[in-house]
């Protein structure tokens, strides 16, 4: 069989039909941060394919991994993993990167359609300069108007380029190439249109290029266009060339042949790669879409024709499989891992240190070599942690990881009484602590107030000291972290003189028997103290600088005083133990606090998201590690160690009754029911009247009220909130009318919620949503092979997309659902045949009102110290008197100057009565202004300080009419 005249040589049959391209990436395997190098093997697929994206069936089941499944021509041995001889070995191994794309409306252009039409610098790059777009140029020759620009310096050499990833500017072992697959021994040809802005030079040489590389990304053979002068009229360029036996891809871009004399900007558009003997006019590729991305799980052979006929029957998984197989373990140690400390200490097994007097001592995990000694006998060992809090399981598992037994009545000020830890001496020296600019955390319980019984009032969780620090004599230089007499971390440092003090005592309570940590900072000047426990902060600063460099004592659960006096110990808990030659910024030691004590809990789900994927450590080889999709909740306590990444994820998305799951580019994608609400009009219609729009779908769709979807009694288990007790963790919902139509129909969940109260909130949405039954339909198909051109209209559906399906009976009236797509299959033959069949979910029988901010903009200029300014319309509507919109009075507080830098905040006294059909009103404020504002500065209602704005140009921004959408909570508009 051949391909249409023109088309690549692995195209379709019919020149209508898509050309799929089943493409690996042999350099990049599983979990590997390779970048993609995707090589084409859709030429030689043999029989039936099927693409099962990951979805489900319900759209309160988990979503399963998708798969896809396909055959491959295998007659030469080319997938047989011992067969040495074979172009692709060594690399025809398990878990290399897969993908599959649809080419719509294919031609011979084998470039992606943004580089082609030159509309995006995506997968390009230049040697030296910088690269943008341009649009509205006089037509190329190519009949276009957009171009990718590159801005090349003054004084630049000759053969700088600018092209494909991998050719030009970037390197491959750090970039995707995006390189075009070739087959040895064909000729290629490119031709691309080049014209150079105005203002800068009027005149350049340049060349078109067409390289070959190998598998390896090893460049064989690149060769060089006729040099033309290009002027600021269009000019093409042009080059042919036979890829040699080992090349694997094409790339193409274009290089000066002589240096620059002024700053100039090059235009390109009209790119085309082809297989040709010599270059053709320009055409338009297609559409580009990528309908499934994974990894190839195995290459099975099998021989048929009587073992003449090899094929290799490959399946491929996608991300959610790996992410269901591996567990995430050492949660916290991985974290503080990630954060590049100096040295860190997991307090659970001691190994051997030389230069412990006991031989052993808690190693820098690191490898470093620094250990902690142990000091005294009441210490006990264990290997996990717990906590009376429902927070702070990030490890786990029960019991101490190290306790020090000190009696901190009868022990204080004796040299000897106490346990405690200290640096292993190493050259001699027994301080870790730098001078300055530097941070150490941890991590401890303890049960109860310091100093109970004496007249010593504080508990040391570590000191670095001189010998002076509490006589007051001689070098007084220290840094102190410890628990004072209210049961409150407090902190101190001064420098050697005892004339500059920076002193910090924070607001958080740890005397409760639960773990907490704390983290102690100075800064590089040794004027700043920050001091985080918990996720709060603090700070302290000093006249002049605390760091030292004289500390001779550094004890962890001890203050060593003068002469190494043992005073004011810690009697409690330790599990961990950090310290940075650096000063941590704030953010980051507000993430690790809050992450041991309290199990990061207050996250955003997006963030939990992008936790998750790190402490995974996982790489899905797309486009990006992760994405969030309307995803507005904030999740409670993580309950981490021993569990799957997917495990994790689905309780989160849960937690917002959304979904997790890997969509068709190969993402881990929280999608939550955000999407589904504001989603308020279908991507597309399925129906029988074509001519109006409707995409025909084959056979007949089924309608039914499926009772196995009906609940009444909806029992949410709460996991990891803030105010979770035993009594509370189960929160409940039951309509007792449904119940008695419907039997009593049982629905359980374990969610992530903040607090306790969101877990009954999402029992209550629940059972609104499922104790009556609502007409749903099981699935679609669409034959695509018979109706070609709906393909660009279904190609780019996703999960959770909203579409429409009608259906109109001879004798009955017209049937319409709304329903948002739960799962996607794709299907084909190497004949031509494709089909997508589609599992749907109805959408919401409810609509819901969206509130908006109150905002009006400014009328004119006002400099700073006015009283009473003048604005149009309230939230642009006059339909309403503004004084029945923004109430006046002491209290009602708006920000005016809303989103730039001399924003404040005014109070309102009073609004000028206006009649509906107003086009200004005044409104006066009780005190003067402090800034000036311009002409249509917003005066806006204040965003409340717990609601997170989802990104600007996602969601509407401003509701000034009634805006209705699909969900149960509103939505805030700013």
């Known amino acids: 069989m051949t391909t249409p005249p023109g088309y690549a040589p692995d195209g379709p049959l019919i020149a209508s039909w898509p050309r799929v391209l089943l493409e690996v990436a042999w350099n990049a395997g599983g979990n590997s941060t390779s970048p993609n190098w995707w090589y084409n093997l859709g030429g030689r697929l043999r029989g039936n394919w099927k693409a099962q994206l990951a979805g489900r069936q319900y759209e309160l089941d988990a979503v399963q991994s998708g798969k896809v499944d396909f055959s491959l021509d295998n007659l030469d041995g080319a997938f047989d993993p011992d067969n040495t001889s074979s172009f692709f070995y060594p690399y025809v191994v398990p878990y290399r990167r897969c993908r599959l794309v649809l080419q719509v409306n294919p031609t011979r252009n084998l470039l992606y359609p943004w580089v082609a039409a030159g509309t995006s610098t995506l997968s390009m790059n230049a040697t030296v300069g910088t690269t943008g777009t341009a649009t509205g140029l006089p037509a190329s020759g190519s009949g276009l108007t957009t171009a990718q620009t590159w801005a090349i310096p ?20 750090t970039t995707d190439c995006d390189g075009t697959t070739v087959t040895p021994g064909l000729t290629y040809s490119f031709g691309i249109d080049v014209s150079l802005a105005a203002g800068g030079m009027t005149s350049l040489q340049l060349k078109a290029r067409l390289a070959f590389y190998s598998l390896s990304g090893t460049l064989i053979t690149r060769t060089l266009g006729t040099v033309q002068s290009v002027t600021t009229s269009w000019t093409r360029l042009t080059v042919s060339a036979t890829a040699p036996s080992n090349a694997a891809w094409a790339l193409v871009s274009i290089s000066t042949s002589a240096s620059t004399t002024a700053a100039t900007t090059v235009q390109t558009t009209g790119w085309q790669l082809e297989q040709a003997a010599a270059p053709t006019s320009w055409v338009s590729p297609g559409t580009w879409a990528e309908i499934w991305q994974g990894f190839v799980e195995r290459w099975p052979q099998t021989y048929t024709q009587n073992g003449k006929y090899g094929l290799v029957n490959v399946t491929a998984v996608d991300g959610l499989a790996p992410l269901s197989q591996s567990t995430i373990a050492s949660a916290m140690a991985s974290f503080v891992a990630q954060q590049n400390p100096q040295y860190r200490f997991d307090l659970a097994a001691t190994g051997s240190q030389p230069d412990s007097p006991t031989g052993s001592a808690f190693l820098d995990l690191g490898g470093s070599g620094v250990g902690l000694d142990l000091v005294g006998g009441a210490i006990t060992t264990g290997v996990s942690i717990s906590s009376t809090s429902p927070l702070g399981t990030l490890w786990n598992t029960p019991g101490p990881v190290i306790t020090l037994s000190n009696n901190q009545a009868a022990s204080l000020g004796n040299a000897s009484g106490a346990s405690y830890l200290q640096w292993a001496k190493s050259s001699g020296k027994t301080v870790a602590l730098p001078s300055a600019g530097w941070t150490r955390m941890i991590c401890f319980r303890n049960g109860h107030l310091p100093g109970s019984g004496s007249t010593y009032t504080l508990a040391s969780l570590w000191a670095a000291t001189a010998a002076g620090f509490a006589s007051g004599t001689g070098d007084q230089s220290g840094a102190y972290l410890y628990i004072n007499s209210s049961g409150y971390v407090g902190c101190n440092i001064q420098n050697s003189a005892g004339t500059s003090l920076a002193r910090v005592n924070s607001s958080v309570y740890v005397c409760d028997n639960n773990w907490h940590c704390a ?50 110990p ?16 704030v953010s980051t030691q507000l993430d690790l606090t809050n992450g041991f004590a309290n199990g990061w809990s207050g ?20 486009y990006s590690g992760y994405r969030i999709v309307g995803s507005d909740v904030y999740v409670g306590g993580a309950s981490i160690n021993g569990r799957s990444p997917l495990d994790v994820m689905q309780e989160c998305a849960d937690t917002e009754v959304g979904q997790f799951t890997v969509d068709r580019n190969g993402v881990p994608t929280l999608y939550g029911q955000l999407w589904r609400w504001i989603q308020t009009q279908p991507r597309v219609t399925f129906g029988e009247n074509a001519g109006s729009g409707e995409i025909p779908y084959l056979g007949d769709v089924v309608f039914e009220q499926d009772p196995s979807r009906l609940y009444n009694d909806v029992q949410i288990t709460v996991d990891g909130a803030q105010d979770l007790t035993n009594t509370n963790a189960l929160q409940e919902a039951q309509d007792a009318t449904s119940q008695t139509a419907y039997f009593p129909q049982t629905l359980a969940r374990t969610l992530n919620p903040q607090t306790v109260q969101g877990g009954l909130n999402i029992a209550n949405y629940l059972l609104s949503q499922y104790k009556d ?20 209209q279904v190609v780019l559906l996703s999960f959770a997309d909203r579409v429409r399906v009608n259906k109109r009976p001879a004798e009955a009236p017209m049937k319409t659902l709304d329903c948002f797509i739960e799962q996607m299959e794709w299907s084909g033959t190497d004949q031509g ?12 029988q409810y ?40 109430p006046g009075g002491a209290s009602y507080q708006m920000t005016l100057g809303y989103g730039t830098a001399a924003a404040e905040t005014v109070t309102v006294q009073s609004v000028q009565a206006v009649s509906p059909g107003y086009s200004t009103v005044q409104i006066t404020f009780t ?21 997170a704005l989802p990104p600007a140009g996602s969601y509407p921004t401003c509701f000034d009419a009634a805006s209705l959408t699909g969900g149960t909570m509103p939505l805030i508009g700013f």
């Open 773 to 792: 039954p609502h007409t749903r339909i099981q699935e679609i198909t669409v034959d695509l092979a018979s109706n070609p051109s709906l393909l660009p």
């Open 519 to 568: 983290i102690l900072s100075l800064s590089a000047d040794g004027l700043t103290l920050h001091l985080t426990v918990d996720g709060t902060w603090f700070f302290g600063t000093a006249a002049s600088s605390v760091g030292s460099s004289t500390y001779t004592q550094d004890a962890i659960g001890t203050l060593l005083a003068d002469g190494g006096v043992n005073t004011q």
């Open 154 to 173: 003054n004084g630049s050499s000759s053969g700088v380029a600018f092209g494909l990833n991998g050719d030009a500017g970037a390197n491959w072992s």
């Open 603 to 622: 996250d955003a789900n997006g963030t939990r998201l992008g936790r998750i994927m790190t402490l995974a450590n996982f790489q899905p080889g797309a």
């Open 927 to 947: 005190a003067p202004t402090a800034n000036a504002h311009n002409a249509n500065d917003y005066l806006c209602d204040p965003k409340p300080g717990n609601v």
């Open 833 to 844: 045949a494709l089909t997508l069949r589609m599992q749907m979910s109805p959408a919401s």
């Open 570 to 585: 810690f009697a409690g808990d330790l599990a961990w133990v950090a310290q940075w030659n650096t000063e941590l910024s």
């Open 847 to 886: 609509q819901y009102g969206i509130i908006g901010a109150a905002w009006a903009q400014l009328q004119s200029s006002y400099a700073a110290g006015v009283s009473t300014i003048t604005v149009g319309p309230i939230s642009g509507s006059n339909l309403i008197a503004a004084q029945y919109v923004i």
